[in-house]
């Protein structure tokens, strides 16, 4: 049993009283590699932010539990080494499956864990729920649960379609299963083809796709069933633009690529979510790095060439996100 107090790590309790409270959320970006943990880092550091450093099944797969669980104890111990002396740092679970999932994490370090049986009838998510719950509570770790449907992919998580969160389900559901945060689905969606052409509208000028926006009315409905209990809003990749057309420019194929809109996260940032996952954004912004890089490059085979400007490219988006979209600068 490793706990994750002696790694350094904290858990999402405080950090999202606070955010509730201050009209902010906190950034819960995904990593798999050294370089989008230095990047995350580096940007939480810069701009005195909490951060959410979460892996998913597929990450787990990709590079290894334990691997990961030492890059994140790397993580509070690089931030002190960047001048940070009191890095509120979260590893957390991204979809945990089943109660073993989480489990083996609790007992390896991890602070956070999400189980998610969304997919499960209502009362066997509850109890899924519940049981993950009361192990993780014996060991301080929170726990983020998820009600509603998604549409979209992310890593083994599939979905055609979305079911909204149903406002009138969700103080049952927290109340029996004891869970630390609720996510929740009013639109937004998994990876980088978010919406269906026929879901949008075209903007005349750019042929750009317009996004159809976010069921705010689920979010307040759901607000007024459990005020300042914090909530989580999972698929919110805004998709630059300029990061897609950077790809497509330099040998990608990504047509009709488009995410949340930043000025609704920004809007929701205000509520009652205090936590926005933001995968997509972070590979876009690494592949239209090195896409550039490699074009421009031809005659270079360096890896450590390629990566420094992905990495910069990550870190400046991450800061962009924390500073101008999330608001969750300045808080520790
Ligand atoms: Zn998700």
């Known amino acids: 049993m490793t706990s994750y107090k002696d790694l350094g790590l904290v ?9 509730v409270k201050g009209g902010y959320a906190i950034p819960a970006f995904n990593f798999n590699t050294m370089e989008q943990m230095q990047a995350i880092v580096q940007a939480a550091v810069e701009t005195k932010s909490p951060v959410i450093m ?35 740092i979260v590893l957390h679970l991204d979809h945990g499956d089943s109660f073993e999932l989480c489990k083996d994490c609790i007992d390896n370090g991890f602070s956070s864990v999400m189980i998610d ?8 998510n ?19 649960a998820e009600l509603g449907v998604l549409a979209g992919v992310e890593d083994e998580v599939a979905s055609e379609v979305s079911h909204y969160t149903k406002p009138e389900e969700v103080i049952d559901f927290a109340k ?11 639109g937004t969606s998994h990876g980088a083809y978010k919406f269906k052409p026929e879901q949008c509208t075209r ?12 069921a705010f009315d689920v979010l307040h409905a759901i607000e007024e069933k459990l005020p300042g209990f914090p909530i989580v809003l999972h698929g919110s990749s805004s998709v630059p633009q300029d990061e897609v057309d950077t ?12 995410g949340i809109p930043e000025e609704q996260l920004r809007e929701a940032s205000k509520s009652a979510v205090c ?3 933001i995968d997509s954004d972070s590979r876009l912004a690494m592949t239209a790095a090195i896409r550039k890089y490699m074009a421009e490059n031809p005659g270079h085979f360096d890896p450590r060439q390629y990566l420094k400007p992905a990495r910069e490219n990550m870190k400046k988006m991450y800061i962009h996100k924390i500073v101008n979209v999330l608001g969750s600068n300045d808080k520790l």
Not at 117 to 124: H, I, K, Q, V
């Open 126 to 144: 509850i109890a899924l729920t519940k049981k993950v719950v009361d192990y993780a509570h014996q060991h301080d770790v929170t726990v983020e």
């Open 247 to 258: 790809i497509n420019k330099f040998g990608g194929k990504l047509p009709d690529a488009v």
């Open 176 to 186: 029996r299963s004891g869970c630390d945060s609720l996510a929740i689905s009013i």
């Open 117 to 124: 049986g969304s997919a499960l009838p209502y009362e066997e």
């Open 275 to 277: 936590k926005i996952n």
């Open 203 to 214: 903007d005349p000028k750019t042929g750009k796709l317009v996004p159809p926006p976010l």
């Open 54 to 88: 979460q892996v998913s099944k597929g990450a787990r797969n990709y590079a290894n539990g334990t691997i990961l669980r030492y890059m994140a104890q790397g993580a509070v111990e690089y931030a002190k080494e960047l001048g940070c002396a009191k890095p509120q």
């Open 11 to 19: 858990n999402t309790k405080e950090m999202f009283a606070k955010a």
